[in-house]
C-alpha cells in the first residue's frame, strides 16, 4: 500500500491542547464525564473534527462522531476511536490518543485523496472511565445495546445524577436504546491506545499489537460493626468494621496471586470517621481482573467466602454489589494481521501482548471485529500526573492506525 503520512507536529499539537482543558496543579488532568471541563473537551473535538473536514454528530448517549464517508456509505463502516474523560487527577494521553490519533489519521486519509469503499468513523466514546458515576463504559454499551435505564439514577459524590448531568449538557436520555448499532452495520473497530504499563518500554518498543484484553470487575463491600468508645470498649467485645476490612484486603491480594489475575482495594471510606470512635461501618471498592473468565469468577467466589468467614469471625455483617463486569475478549484474528500488515508497511517491529486494562474496545468486541493497538509508556505510568508517551511514539501508533484504517475500509 502506498505510504500515507500522518502530521506528527499537528498531532502533538492537538494533545498538548486537550491537555490544557482541566489541567490540575500538579499537572494532572481531572475532566470526569459530562463535568464542566469534560463539556469544555467535548467542544475542542467537536471543533476539531469539524476542522478535519468530517461530517459530524452526537449520538443519544452523547458520543461525538465524524465520519469520513466511502464511495459506498452503504457498505458498514470501520471503527476506530477511545474517550476523553479522565480519572481524578489522571494523565493527558489516556484515551485522548486514540481520539485525537484517529481525528489525525482520517484527516490524513482525506488529504491524501486515497479511495475507500467503507465509510470510516472517529468516536469519542462518553464516560468510559467511571470516575464521576462509578460506572464506566456508557458510550460504548449504549453503542452495542447493552445500556440500561438504571445507569441513568447513579449519581456523583455530590447528589448530581447522571441523568441532571446529562440534562445539563443538553442530552436526552430518554432516547438513549436509539444510540445502538447492528452488527451489520459495523465492519471493525480498531483502537489506538497507550499501553499504561512497562512491557513496551522493557522490549525498547514504541508499538504492540494486543492480542486480548483483560475483564474488569468492580465489587463495593460494606462491613457494618458497632461504634464504641476507642478507649473504653475492651478488645474482645469490639464489633471493629475496620479489622475485618483490612484482613479482607490482604486476602484479596492472596486471591489474585493463586489465580494469577490481579486486584486492588482502591477507595475506602470509614465511618463515623474519628480518631477516638471504633469504626462502625467501612465502605471499599475491589477491581479484579483476569484474561481468563472462568478464573475471575473463581477469583469472585473466593472474595465472597472471605467476606464470610471473616465478618462472621469478627461478629460484623457484610453486603456486596457489583459495580460493573465487563468480560475479557480476545481480539479478532483478522483485525491482528492487517495491524501487523501496517507496521510492516511502516517498517517497525510486529510485538504482540497482551492488555491489563479495560477498554471499549472489548465493549465493541461484542458486535464487531476489533484489534487494539499499544503505545509505549514512559516508566509504565497511567492515571497519573506523570503519565507521558513521546511525540515520535505517538506518531509511530497514528502511522499504523491509520494504515490499519485504509486497510480494513478500501
Known amino acids: 500500500m502506498e505510504q500515507v503520512n500522518i502530521n506528527q507536529d499537528r498531532l502533538w499539537n492537538t494533545i498538548m491542547e486537550l491537555g490544557t482543558i482541566g489541567k490540575t496543579e500538579n499537572n494532572g488532568v481531572t475532566r470526569l464525564s459530562l463535568s464542566e471541563e469534560d463539556l469544555q473537551a467535548r467542544k475542542y473535538i467537536i471543533d476539531l473534527m469539524k476542522e478535519a473536514g468530517l461530517e459530524v454528530r452526537v449520538d443519544e448517549v452523547g458520543n461525538i462522531i465524524g465520519k469520513l464517508v466511502g464511495m459506498d456509505d452503504e457498505l458498514p463502516v470501520v471503527l476506530t476511536g477511545s474517550h476523553i474523560d479522565t480519572v481524578v487527577d489522571g494523565g493527558m494521553f489516556d484515551g485522548a490518543l486514540g481520539v485525537l490519533g484517529g481525528i489525525e489519521a482520517l484527516r490524513t486519509i482525506k488529504e491524501s485523496g486515497v479511495t475507500l469503499n467503507h465509510s470510516i468513523e472517529i468516536v469519542s466514546f462518553t464516560d468510559e472511565e467511571g470516575a464521576r458515576f462509578g460506572s464506566g463504559f456508557i458510550g460504548s454499551k449504549g453503542m452495542t445495546g447493552e445500556l440500561e435505564e438504571k445507569y441513568f439514577s447513579l449519581t456523583d459524590k455530590n447528589g448530581v445524577s447522571y441523568e441532571k448531568a446529562f440534562e445539563n449538557a443538553n442530552l436526552d436520555f430518554t432516547n438513549f436504546s436509539l444510540a445502538k448499532r447492528t452488527k451489520e452495520s459495523i465492519k471493525a473497530y480498531v483502537e489506538l491506545h497507550i499501553e499504561q504499563g512497562r512491557v513496551l518500554e522493557m522490549e525498547d518498543l514504541p508499538v504492540g499489537i494486543v492480542t486480548e484484553v483483560q475483564g474488569p470487575a468492580w465489587m463495593d463491600v460494606h462491613i457494618k460493626g458497632q461504634a464504641d468508645h476507642a478507649g473504653a470498649t475492651p478488645i474482645d467485645l469490639r464489633k471493629d468494621a475496620s479489622l475485618a476490612a483490612a484482613e479482607i484486603m490482604l486476602l484479596v491480594e492472596e486471591i489474585a496471586?493463586?489465580?494469577?489475575?490481579?486486584?486492588?482495594?482502591?477507595?475506602?471510606?470509614?465511618?463515623?470517621?474519628?480518631?477516638?470512635?471504633?469504626?462502625?461501618?467501612?465502605?471499599?471498592?475491589?477491581?479484579?481482573?483476569?484474561?481468563?473468565?472462568?478464573?475471575?469468577?473463581?477469583?469472585?467466589?473466593?472474595?465472597?467466602?472471605?467476606?464470610?468467614?471473616?465478618?462472621?469471625?469478627?461478629?460484623?455483617?457484610?453486603?456486596?454489589?457489583?459495580?460493573?463486569?465487563?468480560?475479557?475478549?480476545?481480539?479478532?484474528?483478522?483485525?491482528?494481521?492487517?495491524?501487523?500488515?501496517?507496521?510492516?508497511?511502516?517498517?517497525?517491529?510486529?510485538?504482540?501482548?497482551?492488555?491489563?486494562?479495560?477498554?471499549?474496545?472489548?465493549?465493541?468486541?461484542?458486535i464487531t471485529d476489533f484489534g487494539m493497538i499499544f503505545i509505549r509508556s514512559k516508566d509504565g505510568l497511567s492515571h497519573n500526573p506523570q503519565e507521558w508517551s513521546s511525540k515520535e511514539d505517538c506518531a509511530k501508533g497514528t502511522q499504523v492506525l491509520c494504515h490499519t484504517l485504509v486497510r480494513l475500509a478500501k
Open 257 to 366: 496471586v493463586k489465580w494469577q489475575g490481579v486486584a486492588t482495594v482502591g477507595q475506602m471510606e470509614f465511618k463515623p470517621g474519628n480518631a477516638n470512635i471504633i469504626p462502625e461501618s467501612v465502605h471499599f471498592s475491589v477491581d479484579f481482573r483476569h484474561t481468563n473468565k472462568q478464573k475471575r469468577d473463581y477469583m469472585e467466589h473466593d472474595i465472597l467466602n472471605a467476606l464470610q468467614e471473616i465478618t462472621k469471625k469478627r461478629n460484623v455483617d457484610f453486603s456486596t454489589s457489583i459495580q460493573m463486569k465487563v468480560d475479557p475478549m480476545k481480539c479478532s484474528s483478522n483485525i491482528v494481521r492487517e495491524i501487523e500488515q501496517s507496521c510492516r508497511e511502516t517498517k517497525l517491529p510486529v510485538f504482540k501482548m497482551k492488555c491489563g486494562a479495560g477498554h471499549d474496545a472489548q465493549i465493541l468486541g461484542k
